[in-house]
Structure formats: C-alpha cells, structure tokens
Nanobody, 125 residues
C-alpha cells in the first residue's frame, strides 16, 4: 500500500506559478499510474493531469493544457505538477492519486486506489 503526501500549495496572484509535489512511501511509485485531481467548493472532483508509470504518456484536462505540466521522478518516488499562468478558476484543493492499473491513463476518481490528503491552492484576482 502506498501513502501519498502533497505539498506546495498556497496563495498566489493571478498569472503566478506554483509547483505541487506528491511524495510517496510504502511502495515503489513506478508500479502506479499517477494523477492530480482538484476539487473546488460545490464541485465534483476532476482529473487535472495524469502520467504513465514510465512518463511516456500524459493526459491534461483542456482547461489546464499548456499551462500545467505533470512529471514524475521514480527514483525519488515523487510526482510533480508545475502550474503556470494560474487563474482564479484554478482555486481548489489539489489531490495526488495512484492507480494500480498501469495499462491506461484513467480520469475518474473511482478508478484510483490511493489518495493524498490534498493541498489548497488559492488564486487571487
């Protein structure tokens, strides 16, 4: 079983950048497809980006494509989300998630097996 801990959230002005990190322990991260989800107040949790275990395949929601970059360092057991040109609509709690199914990049929260506790990202206008 893998444990996930997010960090790097905070308050930033519109147009700014943040880099989220997700540190894994308890298992080797290379066994998992990894993803970042976010959930804003009153909204459903949505997939922001996902990355295959070998980093060769990525997925981005259309709302963040070009602005966000997901990456992973399996040697450090860590996944990252670089967020640029942040906008107020990016405000949400961001969660890191691990999927034991490495055959595909899945987007539904129910497909993921392990979750971090979340980190708050607030973008002021």
């Amino acid at each position: 079983q893998v444990q996930l801990v997010e960090s790097g959230g905070g308050l930033v002005q519109a147009g700014g950048s943040l880099r989220l990190s997700c540190a894994a322990s308890g298992d080797t991260l290379s066994r998992y497809t990894m993803a970042w989800f976010r959930q804003a107040p009153g909204k459903e949790r949505e997939a922001v980006a996902a990355i295959s275990w070998h980093s060769t395949t990525t997925y981005y929601d259309s709302s963040v494509k070009v602005r966000f970059v997901i990456s992973r360092d399996n040697t450090k057991n860590t996944v990252y989300l670089q967020m640029n040109s942040l906008q107020p609509e990016d405000t949400a709690v961001y969660y890191c998630a691990a999927d034991r199914n490495v055959a595909a990049l899945r987007r539904r929260p129910g497909d993921y097996d392990y979750w971090g506790q979340g980190t708050q990202v607030t973008v002021s206008s």
